[in-house]
């Protein structure tokens, strides 16, 4: 496509429900990038990956928060358990090679209840 | 944490040039200027990025100075559509961590 892709664009969710978020990536870029954004605050770096495999974690907050990228394209981020506190808005970026200019999508917009 | 220092607010009127300040006097040698910029309710657009030398392109141009302790991002010519949160950051092009590490950035606001 010509831009990132992300499903379901707002998921509203029970606290203590799994949700899964979607990304799809800008074809034939290898890099992808989650990031989570709070109101009022700069996009909060989540996880990276390059191809199939997760190159930097550490951003994920906690073991509730797992994200893969089976095929190297499209991305999947999962959270358990959610609470009150992951609600935000999760952004995806992808870039086609290491210090290239990232393209976001539009972000899910999660609201905990 | 974010290696960059910003204003929090400015203003900027129509068809003036805008232009926003970033100090990052932490800077390494490696580590290039990116600036990225945010309209409400999107996602962070790129606009442009540079290591030492002056970088132009068809959004904006970017001023680094001589000990590249800080920078200035150019919009030529302001339009309404320029309003935005604007962020600075520094990061190593390559060798380094891949993320971008966002502040809160500076809210431009172009006033007609």
């Known amino acids: 496509g010509a831009g990132v892709s992300q499903t379901p664009s707002n998921k509203v969710t029970e606290k203590g429900k799994y949700v899964e978020l979607r990304c799809d990536p800008i074809?034939?870029?290898?890099?992808l990038y989650w990031y989570r954004q709070s109101l009022g605050q700069g996009p909060e770096f989540l996880i990276y990956?390059?191809?199939?495999?997760?190159?930097?974690d550490s951003g994920l907050p906690n073991d509730r928060f797992f994200a893969v990228r089976p095929e190297g394209s499209v991305s999947t981020l999962k959270i358990q358990r959610t609470e009150r506190g992951d609600s935000a808005v999760y952004l995806c970026?992808?870039?086609?090679?290491?210090?290239?200019?990232?393209?976001f999508g539009s972000g899910t917009r999660l609201t905990v209840v | 944490d974010a290696k960059t220092t910003q204003p929090p607010s400015m203003d900027c009127a129509e068809g003036r040039a805008a232009n926003l300040p970033c100090n990052h006097s932490?800077?390494?040698?490696?580590?290039?200027v990116y600036w990225y910029r945010q309209i409400h309710s999107q996602g962070p657009q790129y606009i442009i990025h540079?290591?030492?030398n002056n970088e132009t392109n068809e959004m904006a141009s970017l001023i680094i100075t001589e000990d590249r302790k800080s920078s200035t991002l150019i919009l030529p010519h302001a339009t309404l559509r320029d309003t935005a949160v604007y962020y600075c950051?520094?990061?190593?092009?390559?060798?380094?961590?891949?993320?971008?590490?966002f502040g809160k950035g500076t809210k431009l606001t172009v006033n007609p």
């Open positions: 074809s034939g870029h290898t890099a």
């Open positions: 950051i520094v990061r190593p092009a390559q060798g380094g961590s891949e993320k971008l590490v």
């Open positions: 970026a992808s870039s086609s090679t290491p210090g290239a200019g990232y393209t």
């Open positions: 990956f390059q191809g199939t495999g997760a190159a930097d």
């Open positions: 540079g290591l030492k």
């Open positions: 932490t800077i390494s040698g490696n580590e290039y």
